[in-house]
C-alpha cells in the first residue's frame, strides 16, 4: 500500500471552500467537524497522515457493518483500506471518535463500466456509480454500526427534485485542516442521466461517495440517503468545477446491489450491457409515440415498450429488467394503414405468446397474436369494420379476474360505460359484462392502464381524469370497478400525460412500472408504482431533446 493512489480525481477550481455563499452568489459548502454516519477511507498511511481519499457512509442494515461510497472509490480499493467514521485530522487510530474499521470487501455493479484507462466514465453507465463496502469491527471489537450508534436509511427518491445536504471530505490539497464540508441545496435531474445535480462550492476531489441525505441533521444516528456523489465524470461536470456535483438516484440497481452486499454475494455477472434509461430519439421525436402497450414481445421473459407513432410506424423496445431498454427494433415503417390505430391493448390473448390488440379508427379490432422483432405478424379479425367498437375510447388489459393465465381486456365506451372481456382467445372476445353503465363521470376518464399495483397476483387500474387528478383501483373484477385511491388531485401536471401503458419492467418482475409520455415528448417511468404511491421517476426521454 505504499504506492497506494487516490481513489478519485481532484476537482480543481477557483475559489475556497470556506462557509456561507461565494462571490458568485452561489451556494459555498460549510466547513465543520463532521458527524458520526459521515467518514472517510484511508491506505497505507492510516488515519495519522493526510492522504484520505473519498467519502463512505453508514448504511442501516441487519448486518450492521455496510458502507456506501462511489463505484469508481470502490474499484481502487486494493488493498488494506480503512473507513473512519468523523475522521479526525491529527489523531491515530486509538483516539478516532469511533475508532477504525478495516474494509473487508467491496460491491459494485459489474455492468459499471469506466473509460479506459479511468475509474470513471461520462457513458450511460455513469447512472450505476454506487457501492457498498462491508467492514470489520473497530479496535474495540464493535460493529461500525454499534459503534456510530445507527445508520442511514437507503431511500429510492420519487422524483429528481429534492432538497438534500452532501456533507464530505475533500482532499489535504483543498482541506489541509481535514474537516468535512456539508451544504444543503435543492436538486434537478441531470439530463439524459438517472442522476441528480446539485449547485456548491467547496466539493473536491475526496468529496466523491459522499451522501445525499434529505432529512439531515449534525450529529443525529438516523437520517435518508438518496444517491451519493459520483456519476458522469466521477460527480463532477467536463469544466472540472468544484460547485456542480452529480449523484446517482438509487434505484432497483442500487437496491439489488444493497441487497447483495448484505447477503455477502457478489452480484451476477454475464448481464447485457447497460444501457441507460433514455430512449432513442429525443423528445420532438417522441411528441409523436401515439399509443404504448407492454409485454414480453421478444420471448425472453420481460416486458418490452412496443410504440404506434403518429406515421404509423412501429417500434419494438426490449426490455432489459432493469428500467432500461435495449436496441430500437422497427417492426413497421410509416405507413397510412397504422395512422388509423386509436387505441392498443399487449397481453396474453388466449395463445401462449403475448399479442396485441388493435381497436382502429372505422370501429374494426384486430388480433396481432405474435409480435415480435421480425414484424407484427398476421392479423385475425376480433370485429368487423363499422361494428359497435366504435364507441370503444380506451383499452386496456390486465388479469382482472385475479389469476395466472389469459389477459382480459377493460374496454371504456363513449357514454362512460365500462366493460371487461374475459376468457378472450384468437376471434373471440369470450365473455362480456357490463361494470358501469353510462355516466357523466367516466366519460372524464383521459387514460386507463391495467398492472398488478398491490404486487400480487391480478390487475389493478390506475385512471387519469380531464382534470388532471390520477387515480388507481384496486380489485377491479368483474362484480366491479373496485376501490379507489386518489394518487393526484386536480393539476395542470397530469393534464399533459398524453400516452399511459404498465409493465414489468424492473428487477421486482410485477406489472407496476408505468410509462408515461406527456405532451412535450418527454416520457418518464414510474418504476414500482403503488395502490397508494405513484413509483420512483426515472425520465426515459428528457424535455427539450
Excluded at 470489520?136 to 431511500?155: H, K, M, R, W, Y
Excluded at 475533500?170 to 481535514?178: L, M, W
Amino acid at each position: 500500500m505504499a504506492q497506494a493512489g487516490p481513489l478519485d480525481g481532484m476537482r480543481a477550481a477557483p475559489g475556497g471552500s470556506g462557509p456561507g455563499v461565494a462571490g458568485s452568489g452561489r451556494p459555498q459548502g460549510t466547513l465543520f467537524n463532521g458527524t458520526p454516519l459521515v467518514g472517510t477511507f484511508f491506505g497505507s498511511d492510516g488515519p495519522s497522515g493526510t492522504t484520505w481519499h473519498c467519502t463512505g457512509s453508514v448504511i442501516d442494515t441487519a448486518v450492521r457493518d455496510v458502507v456506501l461510497t462511489a463505484a469508481h472509490c470502490a474499484l481502487n480499493m486494493k488493498g488494506d483500506y480503512v473507513f473512519v467514521p468523523q475522521f479526525a485530522r491529527g489523531a491515530g487510530p486509538d483516539q478516532q471518535p469511533y475508532g477504525i474499521f478495516p474494509v473487508q470487501h467491496v460491491y459494485t455493479d459489474p455492468r459499471y463500466t469506466p473509460d479506459q484507462g479511468a475509474s470513471t466514465t461520462k457513458g450511460p453507465s455513469s447512472d450505476l456509480d454506487t457501492a457498498f463496502a462491508r467492514v470489520a469491527p473497530n479496535q474495540s471489537g464493535q460493529s461500525l454500526q454499534d459503534a456510530v450508534g445507527g445508520g442511514l436509511t437507503f431511500t429510492r427518491p420519487g422524483a429528481y427534485a429534492q432538497s438534500v445536504t452532501v456533507v464530505g471530505y475533500p482532499s489535504y490539497a483543498h482541506n489541509s485542516a481535514g474537516q468535512a464540508v456539508k451544504c444543503t441545496v435543492p436538486t434537478a435531474q441531470l439530463p439524459g442521466y438517472r442522476q441528480m445535480s446539485m449547485t456548491c462550492g467547496g466539493y473536491y476531489g475526496g468529496t466523491s461517495g459522499s451522501p445525499w441525505i434529505t432529512d439531515y441533521q449534525d450529529g443525529a444516528r438516523t437520517g435518508h440517503v438518496i444517491g451519493n456523489l459520483g456519476g458522469y465524470n466521477g460527480g463532477g461536470n467536463d469544466a472540472n468545477v468544484d460547485y456542480i456535483s452529480y449523484a446517482p438516484a438509487f434505484g432497483a440497481d442500487a437496491a439489488n446491489l444493497l441487497a447483495d452486499a448484505v447477503a455477502g454475494q457478489d452480484p451476477p455477472t454475464g448481464l447485457p450491457p447497460y444501457q441507460g434509461l433514455q430512449l432513442p430519439g429525443g423528445a420532438r421525436r417522441w411528441k409523436n409515440a401515439a399509443l404504448m402497450a407492454c409485454a414480453d414481445y421478444t420471448g425472453d421473459g420481460l416486458d418490452d415498450l412496443l410504440v404506434v407513432w403518429s406515421d404509423g410506424g412501429v417500434t419494438l423496445h426490449p426490455g432489459d429488467g432493469r428500467g432500461g431498454f435495449g436496441a430500437e427494433q422497427r417492426l413497421l415503417k410509416a405507413n397510412s394503414t397504422w395512422t388509423h390505430a386509436r387505441s392498443v391493448a399487449g397481453g396474453t390473448f388466449g395463445g401462449g405468446r403475448p399479442g396485441l390488440l388493435v381497436r382502429w379508427s372505422d370501429g374494426e379490432v384486430t388480433l396481432y397474436p405474435a409480435p415480435g422483432p421480425s414484424g407484427v405478424g398476421r392479423e385475425v379479425q376480433m370485429a368487423k369494420p363499422g361494428s359497435d367498437w366504435k364507441n370503444v375510447v380506451q383499452l386496456t388489459a390486465g388479469q382482472f379476474h385475479g389469476a395466472r393465465g389469459t389477459t382480459d381486456l377493460l374496454a371504456r365506451r363513449t357514454d362512460g360505460g365500462l366493460v371487461l372481456y374475459t376468457q378472450i382467445r384468437s376471434g373471440s372476445f369470450g365473455t362480456g359484462r357490463r361494470l358501469l353503465g353510462p355516466n357523466g363521470t367516466w366519460t372524464k376518464a383521459a387514460l386507463l392502464s391495467g398492472g398488478a399495483l398491490k404486487g400480487t397476483a391480478g390487475a389493478d387500474l390506475l385512471v387519469r381524469w380531464a382534470d388532471g387528478s390520477l387515480d388507481t383501483r384496486t380489485g377491479v373484477s368483474a362484480s366491479g370497478p373496485g376501490t379507489r385511491s386518489q394518487l393526484r388531485g386536480p393539476n395542470g401536471t397530469w393534464q399533459h400525460a398524453q400516452v399511459m401503458t404498465t409493465g414489468d419492467l424492473t428487477a421486482d418482475h410485477v406489472r407496476n412500472d408505468l410509462v408515461v409520455r406527456w405532451s412535450d415528448g418527454e416520457t418518464s417511468l414510474y418504476a414500482d408504482t403503488g395502490a397508494k404511491a405513484l413509483g420512483t421517476e426515472n425520465t426515459l426521454v428528457p424535455p427539450g431533446t
